[in-house]
C-alpha cells in the first residue's frame, strides 16, 4: 500500500508547503481507505495536472472525507467496490462538496437524456423509410456533433435534398443510406448538395451524363454529393488522358461509373 512519505514527496513542488502538507494529508486517508496500491497510485496519480488540481480542491472546500462517504453511499446507494472503482476514475471528486457533484451528475444525466431524445426523435421520423437507431448511432459515432443536432434540422436537410431531386428519382430511403455510409450528408444543407450535383452534370453534359446517372452513383458513392464538382471533373478527366490511346473515352467511363 502507498505510503505517506511517497504522497507527499509526490506533491512537493506542486503548491504551497502548507497546502501540500495538507493535501498530502488528505490523500494519503483516501489511499490507506481504499488500499490503494502503489501500482495503482502510479496509474491514477501519473498526471502532475491532477495532483495540482487536488491541491487546489482541498486548500478551497475543505470537505470533509468520512461525510462525502456517507453522502455518496446515501444518495446513490454505493457499495465500497464501487466507490474505491470512483476515486480510481476521479480522485478529486471526493475534495469536492457533494452538492457539487451531485449537480455535476445532474447535468451530465440531463445532457444525455437530451442526446438520447435526438437520436429516437430523429428515428421515428425516418422510421418508415427504414432508419434503425443502430444504423444512426453508428454514423454519430463517426460524426459525433450528430448526436447533438435537433432532429428537426436533420429531418429537413434530408427531405429537402429528396424534394430537389425527386422528379430523378431519389428517394428518402437511398438518400437515408448513403447518409449512414457518409454521416455528414445528415448535417449538409439541400441546396449546397443540389448545387454540386447540378455543377458536376452541366460539366459533363456533353458526354452524356444525366442527373438522375449521378444521383444513382452518388448514392453508390456518398462522397459524390458533396465534393467539388471540380475536383471531380479534373479527376475524371486526367484518368480518361492517361487511358486515350487505348481507346478510353469520358463517356464510356461515367456509363461504367454509374452502372458499377
Not at 1 to 28: C, F, H, P, Y
Not at 114 to 141: M, P, S
Not at 183 to 189: A, D, E, H, V, Y
Amino acid at each position: 500500500m502507498i505510503q505517506q512519505e511517497e504522497i507527499k514527496k509526490r506533491l512537493m513542488g506542486l503548491g504551497a508547503e502548507s497546502d501540500v502538507n495538507q493535501a498530502s494529508s488528505v490523500l494519503t486517508e483516501m489511499c490507506r481507505y481504499f488500499q490503494i496500491t502503489e501500482k495503482e497510485w502510479k496509474e491514477t496519480f501519473s498526471s502532475d495536472k491532477m495532483l495540482a488540481i487536488f491541491i487546489q480542491y482541498t486548500k478551497q472546500y475543505q470537505v470533509s472525507f468520512p461525510d462525502i462517504l456517507d453522502n455518496w453511499r446515501q444518495e446513490w446507494s454505493l457499495n465500497e467496490d464501487q466507490l474505491r472503482e470512483i476515486f480510481i476514475a476521479a480522485p478529486t471528486s471526493f475534495t469536492l462538496p457533494f452538492e457539487r457533484v451531485h449537480q455535476n451528475i445532474n447535468d451530465v444525466v440531463d445532457r444525455f437524456k437530451a442526446v438520447e431524445q435526438n437520436i429516437r426523435g430523429l428515428v421515428d421520423r425516418f422510421k418508415a423509410e427504414g432508419l434503425t437507431t443502430a444504423d444512426y448511432l453508428k454514423a454519430a459515432g463517426e460524426k459525433p456533433q450528430l448526436f447533438c443536432q435537433r432532429p428537426e434540422t436533420i429531418e429537413q436537410n434530408i427531405r429537402g435534398l429528396v424534394d430537389r431531386f425527386k422528379a430523378e428519382g431519389l428517394t428518402t430511403a437511398d438518400c437515408l443510406k448513403a447518409a449512414c455510409k457518409q454521416p455528414s450528408l445528415f448535417s449538409q444543407r439541400p441546396e449546397t448538395i443540389k448545387n454540386n450535383i447540378c455543377n458536376l452534370v452541366d460539366r459533363f453534359k456533353a458526354e452524356g451524363l444525366t442527373t438522375a446517372d449521378c444521383l444513382k452513383a452518388a448514392c453508390k458513392q456518398p462522397s459524390l454529393f458533396y465534393q467539388s464538382p471540380e475536383t471531380i471533373e479534373q479527376n475524371i478527366r486526367r484518368l480518361v488522358d492517361r487511358f486515350k490511346a487505348e481507346g478510353l473515352t469520358i463517356a464510356v467511363y461515367l456509363k461504367a461509373a454509374c452502372e458499377r
